[in-house]
């Protein structure tokens, strides 16, 4: 009788144990389909603290909203095209 009780003890521990880890695995998953907004860029004007330190707080950016070309590198403009 003991055994068994202990068996089921045991069983219970390991369910347990298995779904914290299960739901600690899903949270990121969870917390990305809550947040599906991205919380750096955004279509509307930044708030008035964000244009101060720019879009991430180390940042030095003076930059205000999104690149317009964000899918190709930077490119140095010619001499004759600036003028």
């Known amino acids: 009788m003991a055994v068994a009780s202990r068996r089921h003890r045991n069983l219970a521990v390991a ?3 298995g779904a914290f880890t299960l739901g600690t695995l899903s949270l990121p998953l969870l917390l990305r389909s809550l947040y599906s907004e991205p919380l750096v860029e955004r279509e509307g004007a930044l708030s008035p603290q964000a244009v101060q330190r720019g ?3 180390n940042a030095g950016s003076k930059d ?9 590198a930077y490119k140095q403009k010619k001499e004759s095209e600036l003028e």
């Open 15 to 17: 369910a347990a144990l």
């Open 55 to 57: 879009p991430y707080l």
């Open 64 to 72: 205000i909203g999104r690149d317009p070309t964000p899918l190709q």
